[in-house]
């Protein structure tokens, strides 16, 4: 359904360094770099088809974090939720509501982990076991 999920960022070497950790444990490897006509620089991380973007504002303002919005990555097991979490953490980031673990619900169960990135965009590590 999606092509790719972009975030602003004030600090593009911050959230490199943020991501670069971050999105290595899902098995991501280093982005591509670019810069846009006008000078702005992004950062393109791309794996099983689908690409994570992290980019200075075109418009000249800050980044901002959109209020109720939140970027979920599929884990392939608990530990990689936990790993996704520490690492965030260990690396600028901020761990935000519950502890992770497992929540059940009407969805199912679901092991989950939220946390802020540098820039206050919500991030959701999640594996729903079969």
């Known amino acids: 359904m999606f092509s790719h999920v972009m975030v ?6 911050r959230s490199k360094r943020f991501y670069d950790a971050v999105l290595a444990v899902l ?16 950062l393109f991380y791309r794996q099983d088809g689908g ?21 979920g990555f599929k884990c392939g097991s608990p530990e990689q939720v936990l790993q ?3 690492v965030a953490v260990a690396h600028g980031g901020t761990s935000i509501e519950e502890p992770p673990g497992l929540r059940e619900g009407k969805l199912g169960a679901m092991y989950l982990a939220y946390v802020r990135d540098p820039d206050g965009n919500k991030l959701c590590a999640l594996f729903r076991p079969k």
């Open 8 to 13: 602003g960022s004030n600090d593009i070497e």
């Open 27 to 42: 098995g991501a490897g280093e982005p591509i770099r670019n810069q846009n006509a006008t000078g702005q620089f992004r």
């Open 84 to 86: 996704f979490h520490d």
């Open 51 to 71: 690409t994570f973007c992290v980019s200075q504002p075109i418009n000249g303002e800050s980044a901002s974090f959109a209020n109720g919005g939140t970027i």
